[in-house]
């Protein structure tokens, strides 16, 4: 489904954040993007969608090729990539139902979305996410009246309303207590399951991408130096990964931390909304 061929970017200071990277990824497939600070993991993702231009590269969406797209084509294109930032870019004095609807921007255009003039089946379709991830209470409480958890949840319906093929996601659960960051990790493999969506997650806990990911790629200094499922994931990948580290004890702490919460409760680059508006217009600069 999605097809990347030699993608490279380099910055005008001559950095070069991605070096040659092949990456091919089915339709349902989730794959979690590991790797230390400034290996590429969110430059790679924001080339998918064209809000980093690529310098040079293939990048394929089904028989379409991304690097070639400009202006209208572009903007339709990025209909079929939905995107879940890490600092959830939803308008804080907006309701949780007017920014869900917001993912409806590059189907209706600017000035229905402006007036709330929505379509019937759009707002429908709304109302069934917002049950589906469990905000259907919350319909309209203001975005800046809700908590890390549920702001995200607001962004993945938002995305899916968007009736994507594609999800791109960075660092959804950065900002969220690990009991959350479970929860929300859930939700987005049940939802890609039940849509047949295929899932890219930019994600730094590597409990979590080998808990709920079908395939993990590795990236250090812009290059994949691992691509496999994730029980694949032993001390001498994650050296090469991230480097020197005492990765066995750290396996050890994983292992025990459920059992340990458990005992514990029983029995007791661009700003995410500038980025949002590039995909609505299809300007990324």
């Known amino acids: 489904m999605l097809t990347l061929s030699g993608v490279c970017k380099r910055y005008p200071t001559?950095?070069?954040?991605?070096?040659?990277?092949?990456l091919s990824l089915p339709r349902g497939q989730i794959t979690a993007l590991i790797g230390p600070s400034g290996a590429g993991k969110s430059t790679l993702i924001r080339c998918i969608n064209r809000l980093v231009e690529p310098t040079s590269g293939s990048i394929r969406l089904d028989d379409t090729e991304l690097t070639r797209l400009s202006g209208r084509e572009l903007r339709r294109a990025r209909r079929a990539m939905a995107m879940i930032f890490q600092e959830y870019a939803l308008v804080d004095r907006l309701s949780v139902m007017e920014n869900v609807l917001s993912g409806r921007l590059g189907h209706v255009g600017f000035w229905r979305s402006?007036?709330?003039?929505?379509?019937?089946k759009d707002v429908?379709?709304?109302f069934r996410?917002?049950?589906?991830?469990?905000?259907?209470?919350?319909?309209?409480?203001?975005?800046?009246?809700l908590s890390g958890g549920q702001r995200q949840r607001v962004g993945i319906a938002r995305a899916l309303v968007q009736s994507p093929q594609l999800l791109l996601i960075d660092e959804p659960t950065a900002s969220l207590d690990p009991k959350t960051s479970r929860q929300i990790m859930r939700l987005i493999r049940e939802l890609c399951a039940e849509r047949r969506l295929a899932a890219i997650i930019n994600i730094h806990d590597v409990a979590l991408a080998r808990q709920f990911a079908d395939r993990v790629v590795g990236l250090r200094a812009g290059r994949i130096v691992f691509d496999g499922k994730p029980?694949?994931?032993?001390?001498?990948?994650?050296?090469?990964?991230?480097?020197?580290?005492?990765?066995?004890t750290q396996a050890d702490h994983e292992r025990d931390a459920p059992s340990k919460s458990k005992t514990q409760s029983h029995p007791a680059l661009m700003s995410p909304i500038s980025a949002l508006a590039a995909l609505s217009t299809g300007s990324t600069r």
Request: charged share 35%; aromatic share 8%.
């Open 231 to 248: 029980d694949e994931l032993s001390a001498e990948i994650l050296t090469t990964i991230y480097g020197e580290e005492d990765w066995d």
């Open 129 to 145: 996410l917002l049950e589906r991830v469990g905000l259907s209470h919350a319909l309209d409480k203001r975005a800046d009246a």
């Open 124 to 126: 429908t379709e709304a």
């Open 114 to 120: 402006f007036l709330r003039r929505y379509p019937a």
């Open 14 to 22: 001559g950095d070069r954040a991605l070096s040659d990277i092949e």
